[in-house]
């Protein structure tokens, strides 16, 4: 989800109070942004940012911090919050790949990836964010009984998904290949933007969560 560079995006980012610089120098110490010590659970690839700020309206003595890549999307996030601020949601502008640069060993309650890039070419397997080289990082940063969700609507990337869990030492607690058709893990579901929109178009939704 690529928006077109939209002008001044890094400036505004720069700026905006919702979204944490230099994020390692927080390492370890992010109740200390909150002033509280709440689990931290947090979206990679948060994209506008929708999923999040619901479950972080819903849920206010939980801290949820988005983690995106670029600018222009996380803009959206940001003019989200300008209109309807909360105290417990935060984003930052990286990469995934330095994660454990940026949160200590547990700090992580919970990890969500939603409608990850498929990054379909084989050699580029490793940029998935499902990947067993991401697991080995999320690892790291995942409280011991913290459960990683992922929802996708792109079948191979799934079946991937899956596959990697073994070697990596993941457990899955939920596989399920057609989400919307579960009553029972329909419960409280958010929807994402992605998931609103291929849903729409009839898609199924596949969704695991994992833990050690
Ligand atoms: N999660 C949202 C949803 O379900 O509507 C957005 C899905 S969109 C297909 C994937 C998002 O992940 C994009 O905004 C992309 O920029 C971001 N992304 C992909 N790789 C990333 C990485 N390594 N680190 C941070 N963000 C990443």
Known sequence: MRL?????SREV?????????????????????????YPIRIEIGM????FLHTLAKNNPDINYIGIEKYSSVLLRAIQKMEEDELPNLRFIRMDAEDIEEVFGEGEVDRIYLNFSDPWP?????????????????YDKILKKDGVIEFKTDNRPLFDFAVEELKEAGWK??????????????????IMT?????????GN?????????
Request: glycine fraction near 10%; charge should be positive; aromatic fraction near 10%.
């Open 121 to 137: 070419k084989d050699r580029h397997a490793k940029r998935r964010l499902p990947s067993g080289q991401f697991l080995a990082r």
């Open 47 to 50: 994209g506008k940012g929708k």
């Open 13 to 37: 980012i720069a700026d905006s109070r919702f979204t944490v610089k230099e994020p390692e120098t927080q390492k370890g110490k992010w109740s200390e942004i909150f002033g509280n010590a």
């Open 172 to 189: 899955a607690d939920v596989v399920t290949y057609d989400l919307h058709a579960d009553e029972k893990l329909m419960e409280g579901n």
């Open 193 to 201: 933007e992605y998931e609103e929109k291929f849903s729409g178009m």
């Open 204 to 212: 199924p939704i596949c969704k695991y969560i994992i833990r050690r």
């Open 4 to 8: 077109r560079n939209i002008t001044g």
